[in-house]
């Protein structure tokens, strides 16, 4: 729920006319993921078991209750049931957020509501999930947003942009980088690098002369650029790295969990998800908690790539195919699935991606 309150917040700072809506609310019976297995798509629970059979060509995570299938060669959605929500006939369907999902039709991109509507006319060369009530929209090689009635709030005018999180969003506006609010107002007022990340429990990195550190959500430098990487906060803390060794730190920048972790091409966390992080360890993957203590080895050999955890599960690749391993690090689906998604429930929001 940090998400709601952050955009809520910032809505109320900046006046917006009614509230934007970041939510991960509401709650589904059953979590369940996306799987394909030879280029059919199914549904599974935390059991392995499908909830409905591989019968698609192509499908997403839900995400308000909805997920985008494939079948033939168009899109449509189908309920937490399995059934048909809305028929197959876009080119290509993206996530349910904040009520509207984007679709692809004739080529351009626009918006439909979860009846199947046409809610924003189909006129951008590519759109993205609406986030804190509005979409980033990308129209002849130029973005800009639009709210949920298609109004163009922030012209089609900058060369590059990213959704915006907890009120702010990324922009490169001729040359000149930085975070804006709703307004299209720059609320940083010191030249940063290409490299920046999106909000994150009121913060976000930011790199300043090839040294990242982090902004609050007025712009102000609360830790100073100082780290070779650095990753969005989670759950409290946040990656850093000088070298090739990295630690967590907590939001006044104090070091919480020491530098004594490599970086690695499989075991980087780089983020907390349900308490926990994975590290590598004597060149296996392990589970630590927010203090740093080991909680779980892992039973997986050789090293395989681990992402985090989502609704108790977390997807991991190895041999070129997917399952999911447990916080105690036991396997409890096997890597059987040549792809996957985080498991989730049907109601809750995905957001949009970075």
């Known amino acids: 729920m940090e998400t709601v309150r952050f955009c809520f917040l910032a809505a109320l700072a900046i006046a917006l006319p009614s509230p934007p809506v970041c939510a991960q609310s509401g709650a589904g019976r059953e979590p369940l993921a996306a799987v394909e297995l030879d280029g059919e798509w199914g549904f599974i629970n935390r059991g392995g ?5 591989r019968q698609f060509e192509g499908a997403g995570a839900f ?24 028929g197959a006939q876009f080119d290509s369907a993206g996530d349910f957020s904040e009520g509207l999902a984007n679709v692809t ?17 189909a006129r951008f060369d590519h759109a993205w999930p609406f986030s804190c009530a509005l979409a980033l929209v990308e129209t002849n090689h130029k973005r800009g947003y639009v709210d949920r009635v298609g109004k163009m709030v922030i012209d089609a005018q900058l060369d590059m942009a990213l959704p915006f999180s907890e009120g702010l969003a990324y922009v490169n506006q001729a040359g000149k980088k930085g975070f804006i609010n709703n307004k299209g107002l720059f609320v940083t007022d010191f030249p940063l690098d290409e490299g920046a990340g999106k909000f994150s429990e009121g913060l976000t990195v930011v790199e300043v002369n090839k040294k990242w550190g982090f902004i609050d959500n007025t712009g102000k430098l609360v830790i100073q650029p100082q780290f070779d990487y ?7 803390l946040a990656a850093v790295g000088k070298d090739q060794h990295y630690s967590f730190i907590d939001q006044e920048g104090r070091i919480v969990i020491p530098p004594r972790y490599s970086r690695s091409l499989g ?26 203590t080991m909680v779980a080895h892992t039973e ?21 195919k997917w399952g999911y391993v447990d916080k105690t690090g036991r396997v409890v689906i096997a890597a059987k699935f040549d792809y996957v998604t985080d498991f989730s429930l049907p109601y809750k929001t995905i957001g949009p991606p970075f």
């Open 105 to 121: 039709i004739g080529g351009k991109d626009g918006y439909i509501d979860k009846t199947g509507t046409l809610a924003i006319a």
């Open 49 to 53: 078991e499908y909830v409905f059979d």
């Open 300 to 320: 997986l050999h050789p090293m395989p790539l681990i992402s985090s955890f989502s609704e108790g599960l977390a997807k991991f690749m190895q041999d070129d």
């Open 63 to 86: 995400s308000e209750g909805l997920a985008a299938v494939k079948i033939g060669n168009k899109w449509g959605y189908i309920d937490e049931a399995g059934k048909s929500a809305i």
């Open 230 to 236: 650095a990753f969005d906060f989670s759950e409290g």
């Open 267 to 292: 075991c980087d966390g780089m983020k907390f998800s349900e308490g926990l992080t994975v590290v590598q360890v004597d060149d296996q993957c392990d589970f630590i908690n927010q203090t740093g």
